[in-house]
């Protein structure tokens, strides 16, 4: 079964940090880019940060550039979130997903995707 | 970036009633690569439609997706029960990413 499970959620203090793990199972993790992906509470989806299979490119929303960074381990077939200097409005359930299979490229190559994978996500609270 | 507008903001139907559900972008989506996604409360996004009009794996065909360049639409041919939930549009032609705000479709 294809499978994406988020952990490392949790309380934490503003400008605290906390890194966010995503145990993938089912599928060729390494040959798949992936993606961090956020939803505030009530609010809809915000893309955070990507990774392509072999790490060579790696991308973030401005929201969160210079303050977060992914990183995978295709040989234990994990993906990471450090998230420092945490906000208020960081507050939200992040989700870990894949790739799906038809990617566009940007003008540096990197590849975007859609999502075709989804885990149940991880809340992470920020309090001010 | 490209900013999705999805409308209306709240669609009220009834099961068996067909559903359609727009999302305009502020530029030409590139080669197509616009998903939709459907979310439940307390559940994770499921992908429905990927390159605008390819129907996921397992997805029923009631559900279709057309459009290009800047106008998008998803549609339900006949509503079942549990299609009433959140639909969100996904461009992944330019960087960055983006998703639209998301159509509630209710219960009428």
């Known amino acids: 079964e294809v499978q994406l499970v988020e952990s490392g959620g949790g309380l934490v203090k503003s400008g605290g940090s906390l890194r966010l793990s995503c145990a993938a199972s089912?599928?060729?993790?390494?040959?798949?880019?992936m993606n961090w992906v956020r939803q505030a509470p009530g609010k809809g989806l915000e893309w955070v940060s990507s990774?392509?299979?072999?790490?060579?490119?790696?991308n973030y929303a401005d929201s969160v550039k210079g303050r977060f960074t992914i990183s995978r381990d295709n040989a234990e077939n994990s993906l990471s979130l450090q998230m420092n200097s945490l906000r208020a409005e960081d507050t939200a359930v992040y989700y870990c997903?894949?790739?799906?299979?038809?990617?566009?490229?940007?003008?540096?190559?990197?590849?975007?995707?859609?999502?075709?994978?989804w885990g149940r996500g991880t809340l992470v609270t920020v309090s001010s | 970036e490209i900013v999705l507008t999805q409308s209306p903001g709240t669609l009220s139907l009834s099961p068996g009633e067909r559903a359609t559900l727009s999302c305009r972008a502020s530029?030409?989506?590139?080669?197509?690569?616009l998903a939709w996604y459907q979310q439940k409360p307390g559940q994770a996004p499921r992908l429905l439609i990927y390159?605008?009009?390819s129907r996921a794996t397992g997805v029923p065909a009631r559900f279709s997706g057309s459009g290009s360049a800047t106008d998008f639409t998803l549609t339900i041919s006949r509503l079942e029960p549990e299609d009433f939930a959140v639909y969100y549009c996904?461009?992944?032609?330019?960087?960055?990413?983006?998703f639209g705000h998301g159509t509630k479709l209710e219960i009428k």
């Open positions: 997903a894949k790739e799906g299979d038809w990617s566009s490229y940007d003008n540096s190559g990197s590849p975007w995707g859609y999502f075709d994978i």
């Open positions: 089912g599928f060729s993790f390494k040959s798949y880019s």
């Open positions: 990774i392509s299979s072999s790490s060579i490119y790696v």
């Open positions: 530029q030409s989506v590139s080669g197509s690569y």
């Open positions: 390159g605008a009009s």
């Open positions: 996904h461009q992944y032609g330019s960087s960055p990413c983006t």
